[in-house]
């Protein structure tokens, strides 16, 4: 193989072209990552829309952009499921608010949200005897995005959901407040309730 025809290896993987923007205006090229062992489970790209590629194969869900993992924790509910254009639309929308009220990258403000809200640790029950006994346990960095997401999701639903708040401004209020580690967030305060909860059963 001659030397041009080889890959860089400084290229991101999966290929990923990290001049291209996403929705169009948001650049992936500077995104800075606070918790390194969350990094690899927290993967952005310019495309919010993958057609349910990943859904073929247990775990690939990490391997798409975290922003289209929001939108489809978004459509879980059973007002909005299957909205995907919908949902895409709402965050596109939002990350314009977030923009304007933070002059930050949304990007950024959406993953440092992930790695604020993402639990450390949690309880599990254990049986000794019939007698159920909670145990703190460490979270694992996937589980940790999961529930990270989940926690953003059931938030801005909390907001938005029979209010007078639009959806929009739900999502631009609760990745800023979760992305400035405000407890007042709901995603931050399940944060600090479920390690709470694990620090007691140590």
């Known amino acids: 193989m ?6 860089d290896p400084d290229a991101p ?5 990290v001049s291209a923007q996403l ?12 918790d390194p062992s969350t990094e690899r489970y927290i993967t952005v790209s310019p495309v919010a829309h993958t057609a349910g590629r990943h859904a073929s194969k247990q775990f690939k869900k990490s391997e798409i952009s975290i922003v289209e993992r929001f939108i489809n924790r978004l459509m879980q509910t059973e007002e909005n499921t299957g909205k995907k254009q919908q949902t895409l639309n709402y965050v596109r929308d939002a990350f314009d608010l977030i923009h304007e009220r933070t002059e930050d990258n949304p990007i950024q403000v959406l993953v440092t949200a992930v790695e604020n809200a993402a ?3 949690e309880t ?8 159920s006994v909670p ?9 940790r995005v999961d529930q990270a997401l989940k926690f953003l999701s059931e938030g801005v639903y909390n907001d938005s959901f029979k209010t007078a708040t639009p959806v929009e401004e739900a999502i631009a209020s ?9 407890v007042q967030t709901y995603a931050v305060s399940q944060k600090e309730e479920k390690e709470r909860v694990a620090a007691a059963a140590r």
């Open 119 to 121: 639990p450390r640790e």
């Open 124 to 131: 599990v029950r254990l049986k000794y005897g019939g007698i």
């Open 2 to 7: 001659a030397a041009e025809d080889q890959p």
């Open 174 to 182: 609760q990745l800023i407040g979760a992305a400035n580690y405000d």
């Open 135 to 143: 145990k703190a346990v460490d979270v694992a960095p996937q589980r």
């Open 13 to 17: 993987a999966g290929g990923a072209d």
């Open 23 to 34: 929705f169009g205006e948001w650049e992936i090229g500077e995104i800075e990552y606070a």
